[in-house]
């Protein structure tokens, strides 16, 4: 059984079934979200994306889904009537508060079942969050069932994939782009950094400042601007959609 750790971000490791960034790989092709074309690809029903059908491919676990496909669901969501990012997610207190209540041996199959339910809660609101999908993963693995981990740890890579790939990260101009301000965690938990300071630098990206092994480590440029898109003043004007995610509504292609 693997052993869990739990971070003060509430962020899930295990000694076997921990799915993390794998650094060892080549730096990602840069694919900045840009939105007209996430717009134009989501919204059209002849569209590959056509965000309906590659948010229920993504619901029912389809590993096939690739990066280009993970681009498209992940910064898609923000036009999503369910994307509430300055919302509190009740339901992340109930699996903060199981994980804190596991043993030095990690969760018992009836601890294991209860995480991953109130796990799925979360997901309902926030689809993408890598610690909560990591958290799947490990609940999965503790119950034995090999086919979900295997689906929520490909899940997880890909998302963080996403982010990655969003920018550089390494200057003001090229930054990662986040749905939430814990995907920022998130993602620099999964490098084993942690994060010691947050710095605004303008009314889209700020500066995350990290730490590895308790020396400080270069920082990191995310863009948080989506965040605010739901703040009346702040929204787009573009054309709105009928997407729901879990609640379903979502419009098959005709």
Same mark, same amino acid.
């Given at each position: ?147 979900? #981990? !295997? /689906?929520?740890?490909? @899940?997880?890579?890909? +998302?963080?994939?996403?982010?990655? *790939? ?58 948080? #601007? !989506? /965040?605010?898109?739901? @703040?009346?003043?702040? +929204?787009?004007?573009?054309?709105? *959609? ?13």
């Amino acid at each position: 059984m693997a052993v869990l750790t739990c971070t003060a971000h509430g962020f899930a490791r295990g000694t076997n079934t921990q799915p993390t960034s794998q650094q060892s790989e080549q730096t990602p092709t840069i694919k900045v979200p840009d939105e007209d074309d996430i717009l134009a690809h989501t919204l059209n029903q002849a569209s590959p994306h056509y965000y309906p059908e590659l948010m229920m491919r993504y619901v029912v676990g389809d590993t096939t889904l690739t990066a280009e496909d993970y681009h498209y669901l992940y910064y898609g969501y923000a036009y999503d009537t369910n994307y509430r990012p300055l919302e509190n997610i009740p339901d992340t207190d109930e699996v903060l508060e199981l994980l804190a209540g596991l043993g030095t041996q990690g969760a018992t199959r009836q601890q294991a079942q209860m995480l991953l339910e109130a796990a799925k809660d979360v997901m309902l609101v926030d689809p993408f969050s890598p610690s909560n999908i990591n958290i799947m993963t490990y609940a999965y693995g503790v119950l034995g069932d090999a086919e979900q #981990e !295997r /689906i929520s740890a490909d @899940r997880f890579r890909k +998302i963080i994939h996403t982010i990655e *790939s969003s920018g550089t990260g390494r200057k003001e101009n090229s930054p990662m782009h986040v749905l939430r301000h814990e995907h920022v965690n998130d993602l620099m938990l999964s490098r084993g950094l942690h994060i010691v300071n947050r710095t605004v630098r303008s009314t889209k990206v700020e500066y995350v400042q990290v730490q590895q092994n308790g020396r400080n480590a270069k920082g990191y440029y995310f863009n948080f #601007e !989506r /965040i605010y898109w739901k @703040r009346p003043e702040m +929204i787009p004007e573009r054309e709105q *959609s009928n997407w729901m995610i879990n609640g379903m509504p979502l419009n098959k292609r005709r």
